[in-house]
Nanobody
Framework: QGQLVESGGGLVQAGASLRLSCAAS????????MHWFRQAPGKEREFVAA????????YYSNSVKGRYTISRDNARNTVYLQMNDLKPEDTAVYYC??????????????WGKGTLVTVSS
């Protein structure tokens, strides 16, 4: 089974930037669309961004569009999430996920353990 390990989270001030990385193992990385979800305390896990197998197309939730950029490097088995102009409401555990394009959280094939992003006012 594939493994995903996120890194890059931390505590930052509002307006700052962070770049999350997700390192994947397994020989089928390039066959999956990749996703980022996030979950704040007491809230449902929500979709953030997705990218197609080749990286040609990407998709974002309305709350992050224009501030976040998802990218992937299939040669390095890594997916990234560049987060700019962070806001306190972005505070959450961010999860990397592998699954079909258009997947909801229930459709994801496998998940990383998550990395915490905390944005102070």
């Amino acid at each position: 089974q594939g493994q995903l390990v996120e890194s890059g989270g931390g505590l930052v001030q509002a307006g700052a930037s962070l770049r999350l990385s997700c390192a994947a193992s397994g020989r089928t990385f390039s066959t999956y669309s990749m996703h980022w979800f996030r979950q704040a305390p007491g809230k449902e896990r929500e979709f953030v961004a997705a990218i197609t197998r080749s990286g040609v197309n990407s998709y974002y939730s309305n709350s992050v569009k224009g501030r976040y950029t998802i990218s992937r490097d299939n040669a390095r088995n890594t997916v990234y999430l560049q987060m700019n102009d962070l806001k306190p409401e972005d505070t959450a555990v961010y999860y990397c996920a592998a699954g079909p394009l258009g997947a909801t959280a229930r459709d994801i094939d496998y998940w990383g353990k998550g990395t915490l992003v905390t944005v102070s006012s």
